[in-house]
T-cell receptor
């Protein structure tokens, strides 16, 4: 049971380049989330997916797109990267029921630098 | 609307002393409250939660938190701090009466435990 995995761990882009951040979970969770973490800002929600086939905008969606490929995978795409998107990106999934209901599990993060 | 405030950017405590990391919240419905810990270069890990029931909640690694409805607070505590507790701590709140699960995270408090 690997939990939540993210690839890549590190990435450096030039302004205007595109890339996709991959996330997968093997815990059979319905809901998945993408956050960005910036110093002094805490975690801000970019997009989330309440279930397979649905996605919704979070607090800071501009410049990003997402795809919920199946129940396991939720990818985040930057179509034209900007320096303001330099951040650490975390994927998370949420326990669907039982005693751990409402708890989120986080991946290890992707550290993205846009030059 | 929902919000979380962690009034201290950093808390310093000596090993063996009790520690408190403060959190206050604002939510229109029933508060669901969470604490997460982030070690360097890692994703967030769930520590404990308050959904309903006893105001004193016990969690992982000897941590506990007290829900105080009148003061709208959910402070994290530990009777005896360890150097290994040094990390970044996040409080989060969700409106439990809402249909979608979208928690709001605080900005984080850096806990430094001195030997």
């Amino acid at each position: 049971n690997a939990g939540v995995t993210q690839t890549p761990k590190f990435q450096v882009l030039k302004t205007g380049q595109s890339m996709t951040l991959q996330c997968a979970q093997d815990m059979n969770h319905n809901s998945m989330y993408w956050y960005r973490q910036d110093p002094g800002m805490g975690l801000r929600l970019i997009y989330y997916s309440a279930s397979e086939g649905t996605t919704d905008k979070g607090e800071v969606p501009n410049g990003y797109n997402v795809s919920r490929l199946n129940k396991r995978e939720f990818s985040l795409r930057l179509e034209s990267a900007a320096p303001s998107q330099t951040s650490v990106y975390f994927c998370a999934s949420r326990v669907s029921g039982g005693a751990s209901y409402n708890e989120q599990f986080f991946g290890p993060g992707t550290r993205l630098t846009v030059l | 609307a929902q919000s979380v405030a962690q009034p201290e950017d950093q808390v310093n405590v000596a090993e063996g002393n009790p520690l408190t990391v403060k959190c206050t919240y604002s939510v229109s419905g029933n508060p669901y409250l969470f604490w997460y810990v982030q070690y360097p270069n890692r994703g967030l890990q769930f520590l404990l939660k308050y959904i309903t029931g006893d105001n004193l909640v016990k969690g992982s690694y000897g941590f506990e938190a007290e829900f105080n409805k009148s003061q709208t607070s959910f402070h994290l505590k530990k009777p005896s701090a360890l150097v290994s507790d040094s990390a970044l701590y996040f409080c989060a709140v969700r409106d439990g009466t809402g249909g979608s699960y979208i928690p709001t995270f605080g900005r984080g408090t850096s806990l430094i435990v001195h030997p």
